[in-house]
C-alpha cells in the first residue's frame, strides 16, 4: 500500500508570533521542508515617502523615525545628511561627535533586540530577552535625557542636533558603559557558546558572498556572509573618519554568523563611543540655519549611513520649495528580506523563524 | 453492621480510604460504602492535580520573572498567590470557540482525556508512608501505560481543531513521545531491577539510598525524556510558540484551554512526584512516619524546580536533532545503565537475592564513574556529526569600489 501525500501550504503572518510585524509569507511545506516562499507586504504601509513631499524639510525627521523604530537616532542621521549635502552645509564638529555616539548607542540598542529576539525565536523563553531589554532600556533613559523621548526621537536636526546634550548625560553615560560591559559579558557567557545554539545554527541557511552582494543585501547580513563592507569605512560619515573600529566578517555565512556579527559589532560601538567621548571638544551643537529651509530648486542629494540593519539612504531632489520634491528612502530591511527565497527554501520550519531573525527585518521600514 | 476490608485489597494499605469505608459501612450497604470512600478518594486526588497545577504556574511564572530580572506576577494575594485563580476566573468568562470545520466530539473530548491520565497516575503515588490509594503491585508499568493516553489525546486536538499548525504540533508531538518512551522505560527497568519490584511503595522502601545516586544514568535519561513527554524545554517542539503559534492547542479558549493548561502544569507536578518517587526516595527521610509527606512535596518541588530551571535557560531543539538525541544519544545511554545494573546486580546480590546498602554503595561509585565516561563518550559521538569548516574570506570584489584591508 502507499501513502499518499501531498505539500500543505501555510499563511505564516501577518498575525504569527515571530514575524517581526506585520510581514507575511504563504510557504508550502513538505512535511516540514519548505519547498516554496512567496512573501507578501504591504500590510505597514503608511506612505511616509508621500507625507515627506507634504512637509517642510524639518517636519520631516519625525517622519523617519517611525520607520525602522529600533534604530531612530540612525534614521535621523541618514536623513539630516542627506539634507545637508542638498544644502551644501556641514555641521559644526560637536554636532558630528553627538551624532556618532547617539548613532552607536541606537546601534547597540537595534543589535540588542535583534540578537534578544533571535534568541527567543530560538526557543529560549525570554530569559536573552529580558538580558538584552535590561540594558537596552539605559540606552533608551540616556535618549530621554537628550531630547525628552525613548523611541522615536527625532533628536537630530538638518545642520547639527536638536540641542546639546545636558550636563548630567555624560556621567550617567559613563555609569552605563561600565554597567553595559558586565551585563553583556553575562549574555555572551549565556549564548554565545551555547551548544543547542550552535547546532540550531551552524550551517544553516548560508548565504554565499556572491548571492549576497547580487541581491545588493548589506549590513550585518552582508559582512556575515564575507564580505568586508561597512559604509562607515568606505564612505565615512560625520565622525566615523575620526575614529577606530574593526569590522567584523562572517567566515561561515550562515545564521550564527549573522548573529556573531552582530555581538562583535556592539563591542565596536562601543568602542566608537569610547573614542567619542575622548574626542569631543565644546562648540555649538547646531548650525544656525533659517527656520524653513529652501534648497537651490533642481538640487539632488543621496545621504547614506550604515544603519543597524545594513545601508540606509535617502535621496531628496528639491524645486526650491519648503517640501522636498522626492524623497525616496532605500531601507535595508526590504532589500535584505530579496534573499528570503535563498535563505528559507529546502529548510526546515523551525529554521525559518531563525533565518528571519538572523536578517533582523522591521516591518516599520519594509512597508514604509 | 460493620464491613471488612480484606486485607489483600489493593486498596487495603490505604489508611484514609480504610478509614472512610469504615465510617460509611456502619450505616450503609457495603458495595456502597466501597463505591462511596472510592469517591471520596478520587475528590481528593482530583483536587490535588488541580491545585498542585494552580501552584505549579505560579511557581513557574514567579521563578521565571526571577530567571529574568523580572518581578513576575505579585498583585494578588501574597506573593502574587492567588494568579492562578484569577487566570481561572477570567478563563472562565471566556467565550468558549469551537472553530467552523472541527470535529466536535472530538474536540470537546481532549481536554478531559489530557487531565484524565494525570489524575489515574496519582492513583499509585505514595504521597506519603501508606497513603498511595491503590498499592499496585505493577505500579511503574501502571504509570508507564496510563502516560501513553496523553500522546493519543494530543494527536486528537492536533487533527479536530481544523488548524495546519495544531496538525504541525499533533505531528511533531507524537513523533516525540513515540521516540522517547523507549529510553524512558529502559531507564526505568534498572529501577525496578534493583528494587526487584514494580510496586511504587516497595521502589521507596528499596532506597535506603536515593536510586539517583545508584543510577544516575538512569536519572539523567529519565529526567530527559520526561522534559520531551511534557513538551517542555528544550524539547518542546508541539507547542513551539515562535514558530507554530501554540501547536495542538492553538484553536482552544475558555475553560478548554484552562483545562489543558493544567494538565500541562499538573503533568509537571505528577511527573516531578514519579520522579521523586522513583530516585529521590519518595517519602523516606528523617521521622518519615510523621514528616513523610513534608520530605515527599520538598523531594517534589525540587524536581519541578529543575524543570522550570530547564525552560529559562534552554533554546529549542530541532525536530531532527530530537529525535537524534532520543535514538543516538539516550538510548545507548538507558542500554549501558541496563547493562550495567544488570551485571552489578548479578555479581553483588547475596544468596537470597536481596541487596544490602554496602552493595548499593558499591553500585552508586561504579555507576556515577560509568555515567560520567558513557555521557562524554556518546555525546561527543552524536557531537562529531555536526562539524563546520570556516570558509575563506569572500575575494567579492564590487565593481566600482576598492576593497579595505580584512581586519
Known amino acids: ?368 | 453492621m460493620s464491613c471488612q476490608l480484606a486485607a489483600d485489597n489493593v486498596l487495603y494499605a490505604n489508611g484514609l480510604y480504610r478509614l472512610v469505608y469504615d465510617l460509611v459501612g456502619t450505616i450503609l450497604p457495603c458495595w456502597l460504602s466501597y463505591v462511596i470512600a472510592g469517591l471520596v478518594m478520587i475528590f481528593v486526588l482530583v483536587n490535588a492535580v488541580l491545585l498542585g497545577a494552580a501552584v505549579i504556574t505560579w511557581a513557574e511564572r514567579r521563578l521565571l520573572g526571577r530567571f529574568q530580572n523580572r518581578v513576575g506576577p505579585n498583585r494578588w494575594g501574597p506573593f502574587g498567590l492567588f494568579q492562578p485563580l484569577a487566570d481561572l476566573l477570567k478563563l472562565l468568562t471566556k467565550e468558549d470557540l469551537t472553530p467552523d470545520g472541527a470535529d466536535k466530539p472530538v474536540f470537546a473530548l481532549v481536554p478531559i482525556l489530557m487531565v484524565a491520565p494525570l489524575v489515574m497516575m496519582t492513583a499509585v503515588i505514595p504521597f506519603a508512608e501508606n497513603t498511595s490509594l491503590a498499592a499496585l503491585n505493577v505500579g511503574v508499568l501502571y504509570i508507564l501505560a496510563v502516560s501513553s493516553i496523553t500522546s493519543i489525546a494530543i494527536f486528537m486536538a492536533g487533527w479536530s481543531s481544523n488548524n495546519r499548525y495544531a496538525m504541525f504540533g499533533a505531528a511533531r508531538s507524537v513523533a516525540v513521545l513515540i521516540s522517547y518512551e523507549v529510553p524512558v522505560v529502559l531507564s526505568l527497568l534498572g529501577v525496578v531491577m534493583v528494587a526487584a519490584s514494580m510496586s511504587l511503595g516497595s521502589i521507596v522502601e528499596a532506597q535506603v539510598l536515593p536510586f539517583f545516586l545508584v543510577q544516575p544514568l538512569a536519572f539523567f535519561v529519565f529526567m530527559a525524556g520526561m522534559s520531551a513527554e511534557l513538551n517542555r524545554s528544550p524539547f518542546d517542539v508541539a507547542e513551539a510558540e515562535s514558530e507554530i503559534i501554540a501547536g495542538y492547542h492553538t484553536e482552544y479558549s475558555g475553560v478548554k484551554f484552562a483545562l489543558i493548561q493544567a494538565a500541562e502544569f499538573g503533568g509537571v507536578g505528577v511527573v516531578s512526584a514519579i520522579a521523586a518517587t522513583l530516585f529521590l526516595g519518595g517519602w523516606s527521610g528523617p521521622w518519615s512516619e510523621y514528616l513523610g509527606w513534608l520530605w515527599f512535596l520538598i523531594k517534589t518541588g525540587a524536581i519541578v524546580f529543575l524543570f522550570i530551571w530547564f525552560r529559562a535557560t534552554y533554546p529549542r531543539l530541532r525536530i531532527d536533532q530530537i529525535m537524534a538525541v532520543s535514538w543516538k544519544f539516550l538510548l545507548p545511554l538507558s542500554l549501558v545503565n541496563l547493562a550495567a545494573v544488570t551485571l552489578e546486580v548479578f555479581l553483588l546480590r547475596g544468596p537470597e537475592g536481596v541487596l544490602t546498602t554496602g552493595d548499593l554503595g558499591i553500585m552508586a561509585v561504579i555507576n556515577v564513574v560509568v555515567t560520567v565516561v558513557a555521557i562524554w563518550v556518546f555525546g561527543n559521538l552524536i557531537r562529531d556529526r555536526v562539524k563546520f569548516q570556516a570558509r575563506q574570506p569572500s575575494d567579492v570584489v564590487v565593481p566600482g569600489v576598492t576593497t579595505i584591508e580584512v581586519h
Open chain 1, 1 to 368: 500500500m502507499t501513502i499518499r501525500t501531498e505539500p500543505m501550504t501555510v499563511n505564516v503572518g501577518p498575525q504569527h508570533p515571530s514575524t517581526h510585524g506585520v510581514f507575511r509569507v504563504r510557504i508550502t511545506f513538505d512535511g516540514e521542508d519548505i519547498v516554496e516562499v512567496e512573501p507578501v507586504f504591504g500590510y505597514l504601509h503608511r506612505g511616509t515617502e508621500k507625507l515627506a513631499e507634504e512637509r517642510n524639510y524639518v517636519q520631516v525627521v519625525t517622519l523617519t523615525d517611525r520607520l525602522d523604530y529600533t534604530s531612530s537616532m540612525i534614521n535621523n542621521q541618514a536623513y539630516c545628511i542627506a539634507v545637508e549635502r542638498l544644502l551644501g552645509v556641514e555641521p559644526p564638529p560637536r554636532a558630528k561627535y553627538l551624532r556618532t555616539l547617539t548613532a552607536e548607542l541606537q546601534r547597540i540598542a537595534a543589535h540588542l533586540i535583534a540578537v534578544g529576539f533571535f534568541v527567543q525565536e530560538l526557543g529560549a523563553f525570554g530569559t536573552p530577552l529580558m538580558y538584552a531589554f535590561r540594558s537596552r532600556e539605559r540606552i533608551l533613559e540616556l535618549f530621554e535625557m537628550l531630547c525628552g523621548a525613548r523611541i522615536t526621537v527625532s533628536y537630530m536636526r538638518p545642520g547639527g542636533v536638536f540641542a546639546d546634550a545636558p550636563r548630567e548625560f555624560w556621567p550617567a553615560l559613563d555609569r552605563f558603559l561600565e554597567d553595559f560591559e558586565v551585563e553583556f559579558a553575562e549574555m555572551e557567557q549565556l549564548l554565545l557558546e551555547n551548544e543547542i545554539l550552535m547546532i540550531r545554527t551552524r550551517g544553516v541557511s548560508p548565504i554565499p558572498p556572491e548571492v549576497a552582494v547580487n541581491n545588493s543585501v548589506s549590513g550585518p547580513v552582508l559582512r556575515a556572509s564575507g564580505v568586508n563592507w561597512d559604509w562607515r569605512k568606505q564612505d565615512p560619515y560625520d565622525a566615523y573618519d575620526q575614529v577606530e573600529f574593526d569590522v567584523p566578517v562572517g567566515s561561515h555565512w550562515d545564521n550564527y554568523d549573522r548573529f556573531w556579527v552582530r555581538i562583535q559589532e556592539v563591542h565596536q560601538s562601543l568602542r566608537i563611543i569610547r573614542q567619542c567621548i575622548e574626542q569631543i571638544e565644546p562648540g555649538p551643537a547646531r548650525l544656525e540655519l533659517p527656520l524653513v529651509l529652501r534648497p537651490d530648486p533642481g538640487r539632488e542629494a543621496y545621504g547614506r549611513v550604515e544603519a543597524s540593519k545594513g545601508e540606509l539612504a535617502f535621496y531628496l531632489v528639491s524645486d526650491g520649495g519648503i517640501a522636498p520634491y522626492r524623497c525616496k528612502i532605500r531601507s535595508p530591511s526590504l532589500i535584505n528580506l530579496t534573499i528570503i527565497e535563498e535563505l528559507l527554501v529546502g529548510w526546515k520550519l523551525a529554521d525559518m523563524i531563525v533565518s528571519l531573525g538572523s536578517i533582523d527585518i522591521n516591518m516599520g521600514e519594509v512597508d514604509r
